[in-house]
């Protein structure tokens, strides 16, 4: 099997290390990957240290890559489109965004072209099915993130830094003053989380939050907003504390956290597990894996 990956982004965000990840993954099981992203991408750059096949992105060179490949995996919204329109082989898209998809002609035309859809989350799957899609071709795939050899130790309360207004940056500011601690707004989470005990993750729209599983696979508790597809990863109570976007909820389970250390000790403890048993780079591989054969077992004459 040999399948092209197409990527859009000019910054390294969730997306982009799934997308990573995965092809990272396949090669291990011997499946071929060739990425096309833009020029001096991070993704890109990552991706020709790591190894694996880049060109750049181009009409052209997807139009002859897509050709060559058994699939092509559109990994972000407009790499759909350009796959909808441009690719040669079976289109499978990445569904990761938690706003409702358009109902207009252009849309259906669109979504009507990929053989089938990968939601990072049973909600990002229901607003798929909203709007049309067949559940047939739906396909529900959890990010897969590393988990590191030892659980962190260290001081710090983390927040990802983020320009994105859907993602509540300003909002946990608040809730940690309101709190009286300090908050680490993070440009590097994986190592950032190696020095924290608690995980703050507010957002007004989420698929499903992948920097959430990092968190988790580093055996640090989260406190994170009740919306969209997170309550499928963070168990309230158990691997994490789930709040309303309101900042005196998100400072009362801030402070719950970091008084009460048995609670938080046990809570770090479960979310890793549930990381190595279900949120894997292996899983995620493997379930993506599962998606490719079944859409090249219905394409088959």
Same mark, same amino acid.
């Given at each position: 099997?040999?399948?092209?990956?197409? @990527?859009?982004?000019?910054?390294?965000?969730? &997306?982009?290390?799934?997308?990573?990840?995965?092809?990272?993954?396949?090669?291990?099981? &011997?499946?071929?990957?060739?990425?096309?992203?833009?020029?001096?991408?991070?993704?890109?750059?990552?991706?020709?240290? %790591?190894?694996?096949?880049?060109?750049?992105?181009?009409?052209? $060179?997807?139009?002859?890559?897509?050709?060559?490949?058994?699939?092509?995996?559109?990994?972000?919204?407009?790499?759909?489109?350009?796959?909808?329109?441009?690719?040669?082989?079976?289109?499978?898209?990445? %569904?990761?965004?938690?706003?409702?998809?358009?109902? &207009?002609?252009?849309?259906?035309?669109?979504?009507?072209? =990929? $053989?089938?859809?990968?939601?990072?989350?049973?909600?990002?799957?229901?607003?798929?099915?909203?709007?049309?899609?067949?559940?047939?071709?739906?396909?529900?795939?959890? @990010?897969?993130?590393?988990?590191?050899?030892?659980?962190?130790?260290?001081?710090?309360?983390?927040?990802?830094?983020?320009?994105?207004?859907?993602?509540?940056?300003?909002? =946990?500011?608040?809730?940690?003053?309101? =709190?009286?601690?300090?908050?680490?707004?993070?440009?590097?989470?994986?190592?950032?989380?190696?020095?924290?005990?608690?995980?703050?993750?507010?957002?007004?729209?989420?698929?499903?939050?992948?920097?959430?599983?990092?968190?988790?696979?580093?055996?640090?508790?989260?406190?994170?907003?009740?919306?969209?597809?997170?309550?499928?990863?963070?168990?309230?109570? $158990?691997?994490?504390?789930?709040?309303?976007?309101?900042?005196?909820?998100?400072?009362?389970?801030?402070?719950?956290?970091?008084?009460?250390?048995?609670?938080?000790?046990?809570?770090?403890?479960?979310?890793?597990?549930?990381?190595?048993? %279900?949120?894997?780079?292996?899983?995620?591989?493997?379930?993506?894996?599962?998606?490719?054969?079944?859409?090249?077992?219905?394409?088959?004459?």
């Amino acid at each position: 099997m040999r399948v092209l990956h197409i @990527d859009t982004g000019m910054e390294m965000r969730g &997306g982009q290390w799934q997308a990573l990840r995965l092809a990272e993954g396949l090669a291990a099981e &011997g499946c071929a990957s060739v990425l096309l992203a833009p020029v001096a991408s991070p993704l890109s750059r990552a991706a020709e240290e %790591r190894g694996i096949a880049t060109a750049p992105l181009r009409p052209g $060179a997807l139009v002859q890559l897509s050709r060559e490949a058994t699939l092509t995996h559109a990994h972000d919204a407009r790499a759909h489109t350009l796959a909808a329109v441009l690719a040669r082989s079976p289109v499978v898209v990445a %569904r990761r965004v938690a706003f409702p998809i358009g109902r &207009g002609f252009f849309s259906r035309r669109k979504y009507g072209r =990929a $053989a089938h859809f990968i939601a990072v989350s049973r909600y990002v799957g229901g607003l798929l099915a909203v709007a049309g899609v067949p559940p047939e071709r739906i396909s529900v795939v959890y @990010d897969g993130v590393p988990v590191p050899a030892s659980p962190a130790s260290g001081p710090l309360i983390v927040t990802p830094s983020s320009g994105d207004f859907q993602k509540g940056t300003e909002l =946990a500011r608040r809730a940690a003053k309101e =709190a009286g601690v300090a908050l680490t707004v993070s440009e590097n989470l994986e190592e950032d989380l190696q020095r924290a005990r608690l995980f703050l993750y507010i957002t007004r729209q989420e698929g499903l939050g992948s920097a959430i599983l990092l968190a988790m696979a580093a055996g640090v508790p989260v406190v994170a907003s009740r919306i969209g597809g997170i309550p499928e990863i963070v168990e309230d109570g $158990a691997t994490g504390l789930l709040v309303e976007n309101e900042p005196r909820d998100i400072a009362a389970a801030c402070r719950r956290l970091i008084e009460d250390e048995p609670l938080r000790a046990s809570m770090a403890a479960r979310a890793r597990t549930a990381v190595i048993e %279900r949120f894997s780079t292996a899983a995620m591989v493997r379930g993506t894996l599962s998606v490719y054969q079944r859409v090249l077992s219905c394409s088959k004459p």
